[in-house]
């Protein structure tokens, strides 16, 4: 890493990071999405030959199935919101980097969560804190996101497109603090019950992805 | 994941996601499919130093060379389908957002499914229903393309670009049915041998990728 | 898989395959390759805690090290070769898709054949086999580079950029066949010794990457 | 690999590598670098079943996690003054091609570096070593970082936009080399405390992140 981070922004200001800027922004961002929502499959195991049955052993494994279809669905649906939020930017500015940078970082995370959920899940102990961190991987990840809406919404305006009007600016950070309630739910309930903790997460992401099929 | 999934869709309605939008399905797509395709390689293990040869040990491994291979075609020819399909659309709505993240998802699962099948093709116990998980996931990835397919082609028509024709159309959407075949019978057959599944497999690889030396 | 592969190449004639569709073939080789490229640390143990001290241990490592940097040098060189191999292309048709596909295939294969020759060099047994797996990985490569080369250069004339010029074709040609000899020789040597072979494909990365220095 | 590089690097002085060819240098190394950057999130295990509490277990893991995200802000940033490098440039040519090929290669390296330090910070044995890899494999990605920004700016500057002042080519080519000192700083410190080195790769990337909110 060079020193020239302020001079590159300062630098930023004269070669405003018009198009080009935001598509990098864009395929960097698609890159890491991408990337992590594969890794999940690593977090399905080979189950060691011998013993009890494949099925059995299969079965067995249900949780490492359910935590990949509850994740990769809830990594995909980020990633079409988050395609939806930097549709509206013009400009990207040095605070939208970083806010973005930081929630790559949730988002990067989350196969290693994922992966602890799906072993945890059906032990005595150790369940309800694989929950919570599950659920709270989430939850971290749409506060970023939040923050991200809310201080382009609200913060940078100038960054928008200028067809984005203040009522709709206001009404999307709403309905984005809104969506932090599940996971403030999911994560609440992870010391009651785990599976419930993992219920609310899959109820979310399905709810999200169904809209299409009730449209239509 | 951020509560405004709504909103963004109806969002969409006024920020019609043309160009740019169908540029990154296009490009977080290929990011999923060139990830799978190349975790593949994971399954390819290192034997373990000491006891018989190296060249005993590689020998041994011809499953995992061949599912490997086979798997690489496969995928390869799934992101070309999936190029075919994306360049007839114009644009993009919800609806193909979803249909296309479901079908990375069972893309996305094919390291782990092509692992299995190479893991347990020889074992006397597992072999059957590991081909048929095999078979099964092309199977089930097969479907939803279908369904992508079905969904563009015929019930979103004003996704298209003006020169798709409607009898193309029919006849494209026709086709992409007739491709599950021989997924259906090579899980059929998993039970009755695990070799034939493979084969089939492979053979639609091939088959797949040949024409061109044939159209010289 | 669907069935349509025939379709939608037919499909693609009338649909001319220009910009977009080669911007997605380069995109997804793009993304294949920097996987490959980026696996290639995986290969890179943490060695366990205990025993010797953690710096005798990374001294034993260093064919890993060596190993590392040769192959990551060597895809990069492909990388951008396939580059401006692309970049004389105006069109791509279903036989570069699938030529292009095999290259990729190829090159996918290299963080496992990297990993094999890192785990054997220092084995009395298995090392020269080993070696010869890692030369014969790259000739492989190079052989469909070069099949890839001919095909577009001499056989698809018509999808080449009109300022590629008819003795520029052939001379290009003829150098990707010289590209073939370093690794024929570095494949005859393995069974004679492997740290030769390793020292030739080492040899190769380096020439074709500092011309940069002398050109200054 | 080809033998025709060179042929192909004269070549492209007919074929001036514009546009086109500097989106897939960029396309490339987002994806490297994307895919450093997730790949950070395989060195955090997940514990063994049984034992001590899992809550433990996770507690004695924080080095994994501190390493985590210090490794994977310092890699967002690197990736944001890439970007910021790279729109300077209207033109690239061969030595930028290989001088970026070597950046991506010490970037590609952060993923083992991370994972070293994180399994030695604690153990008395080998601390010292690990923490000085680490903090020296950051210093290593900074100087490739740097001669890259000398080349470009200093040495090549007709490859450059016409906007960019040679005054600022010195002062941001300046700026670069001072980026250098706190990695040779942390990089010595390793042979005295471990944990100040990783101290001061953390503060690094905390500095350079946090500007925006300070501009606010």
Known sequence: MSGDI?????????????????ARLEAFSDGVIAIAITLLVLDLRIPHV??????????????????????????GIIWINHHAALRRLRLVDHSVLILNLLLLLTIGILPWSTALVAEYLRQSSGQ????????????????????????????REHLLHDDVRASDRARIARRASGGLAPYVL?????????YATLAICGAVAVYYAIPFTLEE
Chains 1, 2, 3, 4 share one sequence.
């Open 6 to 22: 302020a001079g590159e922004a300062a630098a930023g200001e004269r070669h405003p990071p018009a198009g080009m800027s935001k």
């Open 50 to 75: 011998g013993g009890r049955s494949l099925g059995h052993k299969l079965g067995e494994q249900w949780p490492s199935f359910a935590a990949y279809v509850i994740s990769f669905l809830t990594i």
């Open 128 to 155: 309800h804190l694989a929950a919570g961190v599950y659920a709270g991987s989430f939850l971290l990840m749409s506060v970023v996101f939040y923050a991200l809406q809310h201080h382009t919404l609200l913060r």
């Open 186 to 194: 999911a994560s609440a309930l992870a010391p009651v019950s785990a």
